[in-house]
Structure formats: structure tokens, C-alpha cells
């Protein structure tokens, strides 16, 4: 048992990363930071210019011949399987054969004793092709019949036809939303290692261990268990590094064993975001039949994505935009479609809320089409048609929602950021018809935690007691700057009722826990915490049971006080405590495993219960535009989020600021763009634009939803923090609709496709005051 004491690092309380301070001096090691050993040497890729093509041929000559070369790795070189698939649907060679799928796509690598000389050499290639017509986008590949990467998907309940025939009022529309770069400060790198025999040591930057595992033995044609994949940590991942990596590892590893050298690859930020995918573009094109008060009776909705030029992850994702293209509001009657369309780009790939970002920006379009149609408050019609009691509680995909607050967390932050007054002062202040126009909007989100993959939902942990008290902690998260490794730490520290400082984070390594899930779908806490917490259980029920025995107590007796143990009237230092286990042979040492109760998904019927909760937050946000530019600002911004009982309000909090930042600058300024001949030409931070600090809300408000707890049994009932506030941004699109619509009287929707960039803003603006007219 445990008392209410705290120690200094335990759960619930305000903790700072564990890597904070290293992170703002530089002395956090990543891995480009691991010093290289004598003779390493350095890859790099030679990639297509060309967006679809036969290829006839490679000219490598005077690549070999170039200063410094040691040689090229093609597809004749792969000594396994030349497939770095993630799905098993082997449609991914590491390097093409026949055929160039993409502008950007790997050819070859070249390696060279520097990475300099590899990357000068790479561009002497000559590629012998016989190029062929392009789709870049999911509209075009509809209109050149090509084909889908994966299977799609659809969820339907009730009879929307019939319903969307009979409903009083209806309408539809498209809506393009556009895809993002992950722009994490590491890009992508892998440095590997050759041991003896068929062994390979690869340090990575990824959030898959396991994966770039699988994927190095598989491409080496190796038992998993000669490779070990290490990562320390990561410089942002977001999604970008759960299966783009695979690539970098194999070359890597190819490299060092081929010539017996440890090998890096690295490379450039422009051949980073060409070559590796992205957020999935969305087309969506919905039906939505309603009342006179704006209830909506049915939605049907078609999600077309840019997949790119293999499968990669699409088919989950463009799963999950379906999964949250309902939001927060229930449909009576409802079909959605995914249509995962291949195009000739690269492969998109997860982005931190996994599409269902894109399902969110799907339902509040049609929410606000129905607000402008009834000349009502956007808000109004959220609120009618919120998810609530039996009859109006059941998903497009037939799980029931038994923990809905949205109504309540609506509610609140509506007060506390004053929204009714704050509407009536802006619209008072565009009747008067100036340059600048303002705009408001508050936007709800619900978003289901876990992965849909049912067997992803499973982690391990070890956790060792020195026989000095200092504990070692090891899981099968990642650590990508969300402070992960610090909330785990923290419920050790909490169950063995230590001092944070008493735990040592290692790394994250493929020898100590197997088989671990990505760190993604918010599920890092859930997962890992609740293993370490079962490794704790383990450790404390032999420490017990060797107290009982040693003093004669009962277990009752037996109290973890702060960095003691209290032994019937006895009181020992956690140390001199672990010291006495250790001589007398308890074993200090303990891997906890967990796995997600009470879910299940069968995709075939598009039934099941595919979330274990919801997470819920709402945003408020005030923008102005200037009608004559197109030039925009967030003035202010209020959040109140849910994360259950929070394992660290302060990383939470930060967690929520920044997805919150991230997602506005997916719905305004990040725009990806492609020239006709399929070329990324935004690939460069001077060329795509995310936020700066000067672009925050001036006024920027984040509260937790403290007085909510998990109903079900997580990690100290607390709930997933890293994707559901990305949505949060979508408030700005709102509001930046808003002020736009008040250019035409808000007579009608403008429809503003994302990115909204001042230009669409200027384009929008110019589009309502020609109606005027």
C-alpha cells in the first residue's frame, strides 16, 4: 500500500522535461551526435527527377569513379528482400527495378568515405527512362482510372438515401484539404554498426524500433534477432518517423555490413522532405440533409486521399479520417467511403492525429454550410447536434459513446472566453464595413484513443532495482520532445514511492523489450505507463512477501512511505531496504506487459469498439483579416482540453499549446505544391512556412478540463495528450471563415479550402465583393 505522502517527481505533478535543460544548452545527444568510430563511412541517395517512368537503365560509372567512392547500392545489392514494406503488402522495393514511381523516389545510394563526396557523386548518375504520363493528386488519379493502394473502407448506419431524400432541407458541397510536412528539427538519419556474424547495432531516429528492426533483417535477409535498433532520442517525429525510416536503416545497414564499416546516412533537408511522405490531401465531396433547426437527419461523405505510390500507411489512415469524420456530432443515418487513390508522389504516411484531422475539418464544413443556410450562429448548430443520451450516442462505425462531456467542456469554455458578447462585438465592428474584418469561431473536438489496429495495443517494460536502491527504466516508448520518458519515469517513482532523481531513463532499445508498438496514436502513456506500472507490481509483491518472511508481518504491514519502507514498527531507506532484498536473494528485476481491455474491430462489417475512450477539448479563436491583402493574424486564442486525471499538467499544457500551433499552421500557411512535372517545390523551410513564434494568438489561454477523470482504468485515470489538440486549430479555419463571410453580409459559406494562405483569403474576399455587385 501506499500513503498520500509525495516525493519529489511524482505523478500529477508539475515536472519539467526530463531533458530540458540539455535540450537548450546542446548537450541532448541525438543521433548525429554518437561519435564515429574510425572508418565510418557515409551514404547517400541518387533520387528520380522524373514523376513516372520505365526505367531502362542505370549508368553508374562515373558515381564509382567520383573522389572518394567506395561504391553504389542498388536492388542487385539487397541481400534479403528488396521490400521495405510496413503493411506486408510488399509493394515497396528498397530500390526500383522497373519502374520510377515518383519525383524524389531512390534509385540508389552512394557510399563514400564522406558524406560530401556521396552527395557530389550521387548527382553524376545517368538514369536511362522512357517517361510516362503522371496523376499528382487524387482528383486527376480518379480521372486516369488509377487504382486504389489499399483496401478502402466504408461505415455506414441506417439508410442515408432515404434519409437524405425525406430530410426538409439539404446540400452538399467539396472540400480540398490539404496535406503537411512534419518539419521535425531532426530529420531523418541511421547509423549502423556490424558486429560479428550477422549482427548489425543501427542507431536511429525513429518511432518504430521494432519496425526498422523487422525491416533491416528482413532487407538483410536476417533473423530479427541479429539486429538491434537503439533510439535515445528524436528531434520531433509527428508520425514522419514511424515507417519512413525503414528506408534510411536498411541503406545503413546494407552499407556497414557490405563493406564491414560503420555507416550514416543523412540526408539533406531538401531530399529529406521530397523523398519521405507526408500528410495525406483529402477531396471530400458530402451530402447532408438537416431540419429547420439544424439537426442534422444524414451525411454521406466521399474521402478521397493522395496515398502516393505504395500503400505504406494509407489504408489506417484514410480508415481513421472516416472514423472521425462524425467529430462530436451524431449522425442518424450515415455512409462515408475512403477512396485511398495511388497518385505519383511520394507515399504519405501517419501525421499526428493519423487522418482523422481530415474527417474534423469534413464535419465542421458541413456544420457551418447548415449555419450559413439558416443564417444561424456556427456554434448553435454544434451544440444541436452534439453527441448526448441513448438514441443519439452511437458512431458511424457502431461503437457506443458512453463518456461524452462535450456538452459540459462546451459549455465552459463559451463562458470563460466570454464567446456570445465577443460575436456580437465583432459583428458590430464588420457592420461598419472597413478594411479589416474580424472573426470568431468555437470549434469542438472528440477524438477515440487507441489503435485501430487491434494488436498494436500492447507494450513492454523493464525495470531494474540496483542493489543500492537506484532504479534503471526501460520501455518501449520513444522519446520525440513530448516528455514521455519523464511521465514513465514518474509513475515508477510514484508506485515505488521514490524520488524522480532515484530513476535512470535509458534508451529505447529492441534488446531489452521486443515487439513494441510505434509511439503513436496517442497511446505512448497509456501503453508503457501501465507496463511499468505492472513491472512495479511485480517488484513490490516480492518485496513484501520478503518483509513478511523476514520480520514475521503481515503484508498490511508492510508500507512504501517517501524513499523508505515501513516494516511493522521498523522504518528502513529505500536503500538499506533493497540492500537486505538483494543479500537475501530477491530478485530485483521485472518486465510488466500490458495490453488495451475491451476492444475489437471487424473492418469487413465496419463494426466494433476500435477506441477504449474519447478525449475531448474545445477551442475559441479571434482573427483579422485585411480585405485588401489577404494578410492575417490570430488575435486570440482559449482552450480548454480534457486529459483526465492529467500524469503532468505542465507537459500537457505544452503538449496542447504546441499541436495547437501546428494544427493552425496545417489550416494557413503550410502549403505544399508540386509543378506539373511532379515536383515537390516547396522542400525547404524557404519555400513552406509553418508558424513562427511572432504568428502565436496574441492572447493565448489553455486551460485543463481538471474536474475530468478516465472512466476507464488507465494509467491513473488520465487520458492521451498528443493528437486530439492538434484539431484544436481548426477554430482559426472557422474564424477566418467567419470574417471573409462578412464581406457578403455572411449571406454564404465561403468555402474555404486549406491551406487558407492570404492568397485564398484575397481570392475568397474578391470572389464575395463581385457578387455584391
Same mark, same amino acid.
Request: charged residues 25%.
Given at each position: ?7 519529489? #517527481? ?28 574510425? #572508418? &565510418? ?29 567506395? #561504391? ?122 556490424? #558486429? ?135 449522425? /442518424? ?59 443519439? +450516442? ?32 465583432? %459583428?458590430?465592428?464588420?457592420? %461598419? ?48 520532445? %513530448? ?13 515505488? %514511492? ?17 515487439? &513494441? ?84 474491430? +471487424? ?6 469498439? /476500435? ?12 482573427? &483579422? ?124 459559406? /465561403? ?23
Amino acid at each position: 500500500m501506499n500513503t498520500t505522502s509525495k516525493i519529489k #517527481g511524482a505523478v500529477s505533478q508539475d515536472l519539467r522535461h526530463d531533458s530540458a535543460i540539455k535540450h537548450v544548452t546542446g548537450r541532448a545527444d541525438y543521433t548525429d551526435d554518437i561519435a564515429e568510430p574510425a #572508418g &565510418t563511412v557515409h551514404a547517400y541517395l541518387g533520387v528520380s527527377k522524373v514523376a513516372h517512368a520505365t526505367l531502362k537503365g542505370l549508368d553508374l560509372e562515373a558515381v564509382k569513379a567520383a573522389p572518394g567512392v567506395l #561504391g553504389v547500392l542498388t536492388a542487385a545489392d539487397v541481400p534479403g528482400v528488396n521490400d521495405v514494406s510496413p503493411t506486408g503488402k510488399h509493394d515497396e522495393p528498397l530500390f526500383p527495378t522497373e519502374k520510377i514511381e515518383f519525383h524524389g523516389q531512390p534509385l540508389f545510394a552512394v557510399v563514400a568515405h564522406t558524406r560530401d563526396a556521396a552527395r557530389r557523386a550521387a548527382e553524376l548518375a545517368v538514369v536511362d527512362c522512357e517517361v510516362l504520363p503522371h496523376a499528382l493528386d487524387p482528383v486527376a488519379a480518379q480521372a486516369d482510372d488509377y487504382p486504389y493502394v489499399t483496401d478502402n473502407l466504408t461505415l455506414a448506419r441506417g439508410d442515408a438515401d432515404a434519409a437524405l431524400e425525406a430530410a426538409p432541407r439539404r446540400l452538399g458541397g467539396q472540400i480540398t484539404i490539404g496535406g503537411q510536412d512534419h518539419m521535425y528539427l531532426e530529420g531523418h538519419i541511421a547509423f549502423a554498426i556490424p #558486429g560479428e556474424d550477422d549482427d548489425v547495432v543501427v542507431h536511429c531516429s525513429t518511432q518504430h524500433p521494432s519496425e526498422a528492426q523487422h525491416m533491416v533483417a528482413h532487407v538483410l535477409g536476417v533473423p530479427s534477432n541479429a539486429v538491434v535498433v537503439n533510439v535515445r532520442r528524436m528531434g520531433g517525429g509527428f508520425g514522419g518517423k514511424e515507417s519512413q525510416m525503414n528506408l534510411f536503416c536498411a541503406v545503413a545497414a546494407m552499407a556497414a555490413k557490405k563493406w564491414n564499416r560503420p555507416a550514416k546516412i543523412r540526408p539533406d533537408r531538401d531530399q529529406d522532405m521530397m523523398s519521405t511522405g507526408k500528410r495525406h490531401d483529402f477531396v471530400v465531396d458530402y451530402d447532408v440533409g438537416y431540419d429547420d433547426a439544424g439537426r442534422i437527419q444524414a451525411v454521406k461523405g466521399d474521402f478521397a486521399a493522395r496515398s502516393g505510390w505504395t500503400s505504406d500507411l494509407s489504408g489506417p489512415v484514410t480508415d481513421r479520417a472516416l472514423f472521425h469524420a462524425d467529430n462530436a456530432y451524431f449522425y /442518424p443515418h450515415v455512409k462515408l467511403v475512403s477512396h485511398p487513390m495511388k497518385t505519383n508522389t511520394v507515399s504519405n504516411t501517419a501525421f499526428r492525429g493519423f487522418g482523422g484531422p481530415q474527417g474534423v475539418v469534413a464535419a465542421e464544413r458541413m456544420i457551418e454550410e447548415i449555419a450559413y443556410d439558416l443564417g444561424k450562429d456556427p456554434l448553435e448548430i454544434r451544440k444541436a447536434n452534439f453527441y448526448g443520451d441513448a438514441g443519439r +450516442d452511437v458512431t458511424p462505425y457502431h461503437q457506443t459513446v458512453e463518456d461524452c462531456i462535450i456538452d459540459r467542456l462546451v459549455g465552459e469554455l463559451e463562458d470563460t472566453a466570454d464567446y456570445q458578447e465577443r460575436r456580437k462585438a465583432i %459583428q458590430a465592428y464588420n457592420a %461598419q464595413g472597413g478594411i479589416l474584418r474580424k472573426g470568431i469561431a468555437l470549434t469542438p473536438v472528440k477524438f477515440g484513443i487507441s489503435f485501430t489496429a487491434t494488436w498494436y495495443n500492447q507494450a513492454g517494460a523493464l525495470v531494474h532495482i540496483y542493489n543500492d536502491g537506484s532504479i534503471h527504466l526501460n520501455h518501449g516508448g520513444t522519446e520525440m520532445g %513530448q516528455g514521455l520518458n519523464t511521465k514513465i519515469a514518474q509513475i515508477v517513482a510514484d508506485a515505488l %514511492q521514490v524520488d524522480f532523481d532515484t530513476i535512470k531513463i535509458t534508451k529505447t532499445t529492441t534488446e531489452k523489450v521486443p515487439n &513494441t508498438s510505434a509511439t503513436a496514436a496517442s497511446s505512448g502513456s497509456d501503453l508503457n505507463g501501465m507496463a511499468a506500472l505492472d513491472a512495479c507490481n511485480q517488484l513490490k509483491a516480492r518485496l513484501v512477501a520478503f518483509a513478511v518472511s523476514q520480520w514475521g508481518v503481515t503484508e498490511e504491514d508492510v508500507v512504501f512511505l517517501p524513499n523508505a519502507v515501513q516494516v511493522g514498527p521498523e522504518t528502513f531507506a529505500f536503500g538499506d531496504f533493497i540492500k537486505q532484498a538483494y543479500m537475501a536473494r530477491v530478485h530485483l528485476s521485472a518486465a510488466g506487459f500490458y495490453k488495451t481491455p475491451d476492444i475489437h474491430w +471487424d473492418r469487413a462489417a465496419g463494426k466494433g469498439r /476500435p477506441f477504449y475512450y474519447y478525449a475531448y477539448g474545445a477551442s475559441c479563436s479571434e482573427v &483579422t483579416i485585411d480585405t485588401l491583402t489577404g494578410e492575417y493574424k490570430v488575435d486570440r486564442t482559449d482552450i480548454l482540453h480534457d486529459v483526465g486525471r492529467s500524469l503532468n499538467p505542465v507537459l500537457d499544457k505544452g503538449q496542447i499549446e504546441g499541436a495547437f500551433i501546428q494544427g493552425m499552421g496545417w489550416m494557413t500557411t503550410e502549403e505544399l505544391w508540386w509543378d506539373d512535372k511532379g515536383c515537390l517545390r516547396t522542400h525547404a523551410p524557404s519555400t513552406y512556412k509553418i508558424p513562427l513564434a511572432s504568428d502565436r494568438p496574441g492572447i493565448f489561454n489553455v486551460k485543463l478540463a481538471d474536474w475530468s477523470e478516465n472512466r476507464e482504468l488507465t494509467i491513473k485515470r488520465s487520458k492521451a495528450v498528443g493528437e486530439p489538440p492538434f484539431m484544436l486549430g481548426i477554430s482559426v479555419l472557422e474564424a477566418l471563415s467567419m470574417a471573409v463571410a462578412s464581406v457578403g453580409d455572411y449571406r454564404e459559406c /465561403p468555402r474555404l479550402d486549406t491551406p487558407v494562405t492570404p492568397e485564398r483569403v484575397l481570392m475568397a474576399v474578391e470572389r464575395l465583393k463581385a457578387k455584391g455587385t
